[in-house]
């Protein structure tokens, strides 16, 4: 310690304070290594509600954005952000819409922004909502933005109408009965196509039987003449005689 003083009669006192800032920088820094661990274990252990108090612990909106963006797309996400966002106080609750005006302005981001907003909003009365310091200021830089998304949405969704009439009208898209009814027409020609060979089956059996009896008919006629032949030959032998 070293003390100094001067003409106005004020001591100051000097205290080297190095050596106790390293190990105070060391050990934040080793609590944010456990608390990072604790981070990854707990998105691995697939508990969100304490991933996103720790990650807005430890001030990481990537990590806070990653891990909203995966409750996202499950089905059975409202009750672990809800339990996440009722622990946060109104610092924090502002510190959020910070973060989430920042999502907002890129148009890769906005839809977890705007999904994180709807959950906000459905947890909070606007008397609470009114009470965050700076909120109007934060909702001003996300109602421009929030319209734009909207808007290039809307023209999305329209171009996929005209999109579906294009096809429709190009005749590539047919009603569901159509496409029904084309599937019962192939089983119904193959059925037709079946009684059909076997009527040319059964009809060719009959011709052959009945062409048989022509030419066993054709035979004995023929057998019968020869012998009618013979005999009539004999007798005028005899008479010769």
């Known amino acids: 310690m070293l003390a100094t003083g001067g003409r106005d009669a004020v001591i ?16 934040k820094e080793g609590e944010g290594v456990l608390r990072g661990q604790e981070l990854e274990n707990a998105e691995l252990d697939g508990d969100y509600t304490k991933a996103i108090q720790i990650a807005f612990e430890l001030r990481r909106p990537h990590k806070l954005f990653k891990l909203f963006a995966g409750l ?4 059975e996400a409202e009750d672990q952000i809800e339990k996440a966002l009722h622990a946060f106080c109104k610092e924090e ?25 709807f959950r906000v909003f459905n947890i909070l009365p606007p008397t609470q909502i009114i ?8 909702l001003e830089g996300l109602i421009p933005y ?4 909207f808007s290039r949405i809307d023209r999305l969704v329209r171009s996929t109408f005209l999109l579906d009439y294009t096809l429709t009208g190009m005749s590539v898209i047919e009603p569901e009965t159509d496409a029904r009814e084309l599937r019962e027409k192939p089983l119904l020609h193959l059925g037709e196509t079946i009684n059909h060979g076997q009527n040319q089956t059964s009809d060719g059996l009959n011709e052959n039987i009945l062409s048989k009896k022509r030419k066993s008919k054709k035979l004995n006629d023929y057998s019968h003449k020869k012998h009618k ?5 004999v007798a005028i032998s005899l008479r010769a005689q």
């Open 131 to 138: 009470e965050i310091r700076g909120i109007g200021e934060l």
């Open 12 to 27: 100051n006192l000097w205290y080297d304070s190095t050596a106790s800032d390293k190990e105070e920088a060391f050990r």
């Open 146 to 149: 929030s319209q734009r998304h």
């Open 229 to 233: 032949d013979n005999t009539n030959t």
């Open 72 to 75: 996202c797309r499950k089905r």
């Open 93 to 117: 609750f502002q510190l959020l819409f910070d973060y989430v005006r920042e999502w907002n302005t890129k148009p890769k981001l906005c839809h977890v922004a705007q999904y994180v907003l």
